[in-house]
């Protein structure tokens, strides 16, 4: 399939916060997320899962997380999506990444990423009551992976 594009959110980001408020509050709006890379431990300032997907997932598994559109097979549904049973798996999916899928676990928090994936196994048609804690995500993490160690905008 195709590559993600390349998308300078940081720089529009920076240039839009820039023109509204000045350069000041510029470093503390700016969303260090960039397609397909990203800096590492760079924390991205959502506090809560629907706030997290709304701004990372949605892009590509879409608003109603059914995913891609045209392409389907390229963009998995996370609507009704019984893989999600597992509540290590999306988190597993989250923290490394897959193919197309950029890895986000050096931008989000454990506590983040249980919020996120509680969000998901509990909205889009999803039902599953098990909740995953920020202690369980931390053990999932590969050992060389840290995760952001500030926080901005909580
Ligand atoms: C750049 C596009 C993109 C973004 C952004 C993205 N994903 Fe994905 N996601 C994918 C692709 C592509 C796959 C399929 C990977 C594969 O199987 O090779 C996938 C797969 C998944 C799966 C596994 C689905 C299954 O049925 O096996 C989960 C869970 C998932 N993503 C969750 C998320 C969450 C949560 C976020 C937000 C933090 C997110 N994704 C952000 C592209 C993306």
């Known amino acids: 399939m195709k590559k993600p ?4 959110l940081v720089l529009l980001a920076s240039a839009i916060a820039t023109a509204l408020t000045g350069a000041v509050a510029a470093q503390d709006t700016a969303i260090p997320f960039v397609m397909g890379g990203g800096a590492r431990n760079a924390p991205l300032p959502f ?5 997290i997907y709304e701004h990372v997932c949605q892009s590509c598994h879409m608003a109603d997380a059914k995913g891609g559109k045209l392409s389907p ?3 998995p549904a996370l609507a009704g999506n019984a893989k999600l ?3 290590a798996y999306p988190a597993i999916m989250v923290v490394n990444g ?4 950029p890895a986000f676990g050096s931008m989000l ?3 983040q990423i249980a919020s996120l994936v509680n969000y998901l196994r509990t909205h889009f048609g999803n039902s599953f009551a098990d909740g995953l804690s920020a202690a369980e995500v931390k053990t999932l993490r590969p050992a060389a992976q840290t995760a952001p ?3 901005r905008g909580r």
Do not use: Q
């Open 47 to 51: 506090a809560d899962g629907k706030t």
């Open 109 to 111: 928090s454990d506590e």
């Open 85 to 87: 049973a597992a509540r």
């Open 73 to 75: 097979a390229s963009y």
């Open 98 to 101: 897959l193919g197309a899928m």
């Open 149 to 151: 160690t500030e926080l």
């Open 5 to 8: 594009t390349r998308i300078p």
